[in-house]
């Protein structure tokens, strides 16, 4: 797992209201390249990101771009867990087939 899935796992753990965190695309299905890749991870959140969660999810990003995660194309969606009961409601990723049991809060 690259590191800077393991430092975003552990700085959204800090954030009471994301659940889980997944691992989408190439690191998922473990075609990931090193160098080449970029991170495909999805967050599920309790309820909308709105103006203060969206400048604490900025400020992690930010934080991870400018150090562990710089050049590495860290991408995460981050989705509010009343969509997960929309079956009409379409994956950013397609399919995400193995769960990341970082540090978030279940």
Partial sequence: MPSAALVLA??????????????AGS???????PGVSDLDLVAIVDGPVDGPRLASLVEVHRLLD??????????????????????HARHPHGRTVS???GSCRM
């Avoid at 552990?10 to 691992?23: C, E, I, K, P």
């Avoid at 400018?66 to 079956?87: N, P, Q, T």
């Fill in 10 to 23: 552990d700085r959204l753990s800090q954030l009471s209201w994301v659940r889980h965190l997944f691992v």
């Fill in 99 to 101: 769960w990341f049991a």
């Fill in 66 to 87: 400018s150090g562990v995660a710089d050049g590495l194309d860290l991408g995460c969606v981050y989705v509010d867990d009343r969509a997960l009961l929309d079956h």
């Fill in 27 to 33: 690191l998922a299905t473990g075609d990931y390249v």
